[in-house]
């Protein structure tokens, strides 16, 4: 058996010594879908396991940190956030060439594009894109201390942090230079708000990072946890709408490579809608909203440039990213107007 990124007689020794009740991986292959770390379904006896990896190439530093993923799965089993059943962590990169951890198989489909969701009523759609802001400010309410995560993060000083961070992922990135981008950092720079008080942020909240249920249309797990961390909440609800696609409102009127077209189907709501009622929920303020949503872009900006490069030096498992690089000019592009509006 031949999987990418997987040492399949290594990997049964290994749950066989450290998963004994899971039983023996009979199969395991890539869950298409994946554009960061790699997801693996494994067929172990009667059960169903997920397996997570990071990328095969060109992983930056502090990325695709398996360990943090484990660690807030684990910590939030026990909480309202909906998250799958953690079930090992393996540090032992000579297993299958880099660390990874299992958890259990959730029953739902990470869905992206409107023709997976169905056809459900409009008064069901708004009722997911409700729970879709409930779930986000649920994670915002954990007691990160409480769960164990209180040195999981700096709270302080994230949106500076962040700035850097992500101006050095570029920097070890790009692929061609845009002075769109430097000049957009610079706003950034000279707008960051306030201080707000720190807490759980996913990092990369968005519908196709949750697994839906299709029959009631009910979020039963949020995943992709490994760019959380402890800091300002509102940066996770601007990257939410970063993704967001509204007719007309992506590069040349279409969603973005990696968004999808769910969030326009019949129902949704709209980016207003879905900050208000996010606010609603929370009782925060969204007054600086258009700061959060430019950053959200540059960020994201920054991440689709790396994928495109992993996809340049053809280190990338499963398809979908040939149009990875050209939304990145668009997405800064975006980021100045969401500025200039606000």
């Known amino acids: 058996m031949t999987v990418p990124g997987i040492d399949h007689p290594r990997l049964v020794t290994w749950m066989g010594a450290n998963v004994p009740d899971a039983g023996e991986p009979l199969s395991v292959s890539l869950i298409s879908g994946g554009r960061s770390n790699l997801t693996y ?14 990328p095969l190439g060109h992983v930056l530093p502090t990325a695709h940190d398996m360990r943090r993923e484990w660690r807030v799965i684990s910590a939030l089993a026990p909480t309202p956030v ?4 953690p079930i090992a962590f393996c540090a032992d990169e000579d297993v299958i060439g880099a660390p990874f951890y299992l958890m259990g198989h959730v029953e739902g489909v990470a869905v992206r594009t409107r023709s997976q969701l169905g056809d459900p ?10 729970r879709l802001a409930e779930v986000l400010a649920g994670i915002h309410a954990v007691d990160y201390r ?12 994230y949106l500076a942090r962040q700035l850097d961070r992500w101006c050095q992922q570029w920097e070890r990135s790009k692929t061609a230079d ?14 960051l708000p306030a201080e707000t008080a720190g807490t759980l942020v996913h990092g990369d909240y968005r519908l196709d990072n949750t697994l839906l249920r299709l029959g009631d249309l009910e979020i039963a797990a949020v995943v992709d946890w490994e760019m959380s961390t402890l800091g300002d909440p509102l940066a996770d609800l601007g ?35 879905f900050a208000d009622h996010y606010a609603k929920v929370s009782g925060r303020d969204i007054s600086d909203l258009g700061f959060y949503v430019a950053f959200g872009n ?12 992993r996809f340049r030096q053809g280190k990338t498992v499963g398809e979908g990213f040939d149009g990875i690089g050209a939304a990145v000019p668009s997405l800064v592009a975006r980021g100045h107007r969401m500025l200039d509006q606000h």
């Open 41 to 54: 379904l494994v067929e172990a006896g009667e059960r169903r396991l997920v397996l997570r990896r990071p």
């Open 82 to 85: 909906p998250v799958p059943e």
């Open 121 to 130: 009523s409009p008064e069901r759609t708004r009722r997911l894109s409700e």
């Open 146 to 157: 409480e769960v164990g995560l209180g040195d999981f993060g700096r709270p302080e000083g």
């Open 178 to 191: 845009l002075p769109e981008y430097d000049r957009l950092v610079t706003r950034l720079r000279e707008r």
């Open 239 to 273: 990257l939410t709408l970063t993704y967001w696609h509204e007719p007309g409102s992506g590069p040349g009127g279409q969603a973005l490579p990696v968004a999808g077209d769910v969030t326009a189907a019949p129902g949704f709501m709209n980016v207003r809608e």
């Open 298 to 309: 540059f960020k994201l900006a920054v991440i689709l440039e790396g994928i495109h490069a």
